[in-house]
């Protein structure tokens, strides 16, 4: 190769005539951080000239109120119905608590390897480098394929809750769905920062609702409502704590307790989504961390006392309740939420919750549709974007069941992510240790490693395994192929990519985790230091 000056750094000539670079700190320094990381990530300036690179447009509140609505999402005002129903209230405590540890797990694991790379693509790239190109192949796909459907079980969703309105119901489904469509993928063609936005104000929504209902749980409970009734566990104790399910005495509460287990996989789907906009973050090393930490509060405030409210508010046989999940009734009325309010006689509250079911569902669509369309923008988001039509489903089956459908579709997807960056993380853990990096110094480091991450992909295949075993008794075809169809996807993809490309499993010495990172770190010496000036900024910065 030759050798070619170069202001910014020096540069050697390849084979094709374009220049590679070699001291990509220089080029941080002459040409921007954005161009020093893309000739970083290719290993070829001409290349990062020519295909340019993501812009870090997401700021820190950004991010933070990202990793705060991706934790809340229709599984926990709507789909937590169907799960209390079957298992009653001790059982989805635990089974959201249970699964929740499990999300923590995983996420401390993402959350290292995302702060020592913080790159476009993360899941994919991070199983690509440590594991297996082939893997990499494959949870790529996956989390395509997770976001795609997701985003058809969101719009569904929506179109759901939105007929709970009397003028709605006598509008088509179909304009409906249209309209979420339009709305989504006009958030998401223009910048980066509009969709930022965009997420900011419907976690904001989101989350002053979920606190609020949590303070109106507990005043209901002890007696404040029209009422004056004071609730207390009297449903734990009559119907009962634990429901049978599938099953009687000892085994029937076990199955309906891991039922829960498998409906709380769906509703923590897209808490990985912190790390997609990783590649998109700006200062993504102070940031990532910040997200990821505050998961487990985010988890147990949410979802752990979210379920534990639900539980005393109504008993799991209130005939409303089952009635709205069996007829497919419209709007929020399967919400627990909803039915909790109608029982305490506070009449406005139902209509505010279904308008916020509705931003959450769209909110959710806008966040899946940005997870499954990150690369060439424009083409990404109209390949996404048509797969939502699959939606339009709706029109003739109902959309309720087409919800629960793609549930089931979504729910093995997440769990195969969730495992796939499990693996990761133990492989990444290895080369890490191969190649003499001592964890001390990593900027993020998450505890009980790599335990933490045998954990969580143990508790997660034990629920892909036995995630439909209400369908064999007796045998369901359909529900068979929703809840199961998912495994043969991820391993078929992964044997294509395997025998196609002819990769191999990595060995730890040679596993790749410096590529992009000398750029990342030049770039963190010219990012200036936030500090707060008064008071308020001291409050608004450990928010946001």
């Keep these: 190769m030759e050798k070619e000056a170069y202001d910014g750094g020096t540069l050697e000539i390849s084979s094709n005539g374009s220049p590679q670079l070699e001291d990509p700190v220089k080029l941080v320094e002459e040409k921007g951080i954005r161009l020093g990381e893309a000739a970083d990530m290719y290993g070829d300036l001409g290349a990062a000239e020519e295909y340019g690179y993501v812009a870090r447009g997401l700021k820190s509140r950004h991010i933070q109120f990202i990793a705060l609505g991706g934790t809340i999402g229709t599984g926990l005002f709507l789909g937590i119905g169907r799960a209390f129903t079957q298992a009653g209230p001790l059982s989805i405590l635990l089974g959201y608590t249970f699964t929740g540890i499990a999300i923590y797990a995983m996420m401390m694991s993402l959350g290292e390897m995302a702060t020592w790379l913080p790159l476009p693509g993360a899941i994919p790239q991070f199983c690509a480098r440590y594991v297996d190109g082939a893997m990499g192949f494959a949870v790529g796909w996956n989390n395509w394929y997770n976001s795609a459907i997701t985003l058809c079980a969101e719009i569904s969703a929506a179109a759901v809750v939105i007929q709970f309105w009397n003028g709605a119901r006598d509008i088509n489904v179909a304009a409906w769905i249209?309209?979420?469509?339009?709305?989504?993928?006009?958030?998401?063609?223009?910048?980066?920062?509009?969709?930022?936005?965009?997420?900011?104000?419907?976690?904001?929504?989101?989350?002053?609702?979920?606190?609020?209902?949590?303070?109106?749980?507990?005043?209901?409970?002890?007696?404040?409502?029209?009422?004056?009734?004071?609730?207390?566990?009297?449903?734990?104790?009559?119907?009962?704590?634990?429901?049978?399910?599938?099953?009687?005495?000892?085994?029937?509460?076990?199955?309906?307790?891991?039922?829960?287990?498998?409906?709380?996989?769906?509703?923590?789907?897209?808490?990985?989504?912190?790390?997609?906009?990783?590649?998109?973050?700006?200062?993504?090393?102070?940031?990532?961390?910040?997200?990821?930490?505050?998961?487990?509060?985010?988890?147990?405030?949410?979802?752990?006392?979210?379920?534990?409210?639900?539980?005393?508010?109504?008993?799991?046989?209130?005939?409303?309740?089952?009635?709205?999940?069996?007829?497919?009734?419209?709007?929020?009325?399967?919400?627990?939420?909803?039915?909790?309010?109608?029982?305490?006689?506070?009449?406005?509250?139902?209509?505010?919750?279904?308008?916020?079911?509705?931003?959450?569902?769209?909110?959710?669509?806008?966040?899946?549709?940005?997870?499954?369309?990150?690369?060439?923008?424009?083409?990404?988001?109209?390949?996404?974007?048509?797969?939502?039509?699959?939606?339009?489903?709706?029109?003739?089956?109902?959309?309720?069941?087409?919800?629960?459908?793609?549930?089931?579709?979504?729910?093995?997807?997440?769990?195969?992510?969730?495992?796939?960056?499990?693996?990761?993380?133990?492989?990444?853990?290895?080369?890490?240790?191969?190649?003499?990096?001592?964890?001390?110094?990593?900027v993020f480091r998450s505890p009980f490693q790599p335990y933490t991450a045998y954990f969580s992909l143990i508790f997660f295949a034990v629920i892909t395994v036995f995630n439909g075993f209400y369908v064999f008794g007796p045998f369901d075809k359909n529900s068979f192929v929703t809840n199961y169809v998912g495994i043969p996807i991820y391993f078929v993809l992964y044997a294509f990519w395997k025998i196609f490309k002819r990769t191999r499993w990595i060995p730890s010495a040679e596993a790749d985790i410096q590529t992009g990172k000398a750029a990342l770190d030049a770039a963190d010496a010219h990012r200036p230091e936030r500090r707060p000036r008064n008071v308020i900024e001291r409050i608004w910065f450990w928010i946001a």
């Design 178 to 442: 249209s309209i979420i469509i339009v709305l989504i993928v006009c958030l998401n063609v223009f910048a980066v920062a509009i969709y930022g936005e965009a997420e900011f104000v419907f976690a904001s929504i989101k989350i002053i609702t979920i606190v609020g209902l949590l303070i109106f749980a507990l005043i209901i409970d002890l007696g404040g409502g029209p009422t004056h009734d004071r609730l207390g566990f009297r449903y734990w104790n009559d119907p009962g704590a634990m429901k049978e399910f599938k099953g009687t005495g000892d085994k029937g509460r076990f199955l309906g307790f891991f039922s829960v287990l498998v409906n709380a996989a769906f509703s923590y789907g897209g808490v990985e989504m912190v790390a997609v906009a990783a590649g998109e973050a700006e200062n993504p090393r102070y940031n990532i961390p910040k997200a990821v930490r505050r998961v487990f509060w985010r988890i147990l405030f949410f979802y752990v006392l979210g379920s534990l409210a639900i539980g005393v508010l109504i008993p799991y046989d209130e005939p409303r309740l089952l009635g709205a999940i069996e007829n497919g009734e419209p709007g929020g009325a399967a919400s627990p939420w909803v039915i909790a309010v109608y029982r305490a006689g506070v009449p406005v509250l139902p209509s505010i919750i279904n308008a916020v079911i509705l931003t959450s569902a769209t909110s959710s669509a806008n966040a899946f549709l940005f997870t499954g369309s990150r690369g060439v923008p424009y083409y990404c988001i109209a390949v996404t974007a048509s797969i939502s039509l699959l939606t339009y489903m709706s029109c003739s089956s109902g959309a309720n069941v087409v919800f629960q459908w793609f549930q089931n579709l979504v729910t093995i997807a997440s769990l195969f992510t969730w495992m796939s960056v499990s693996v990761a993380y133990i492989r990444f853990h290895a080369a890490l240790k191969a190649q003499g990096v001592d964890r001390n110094t990593l």
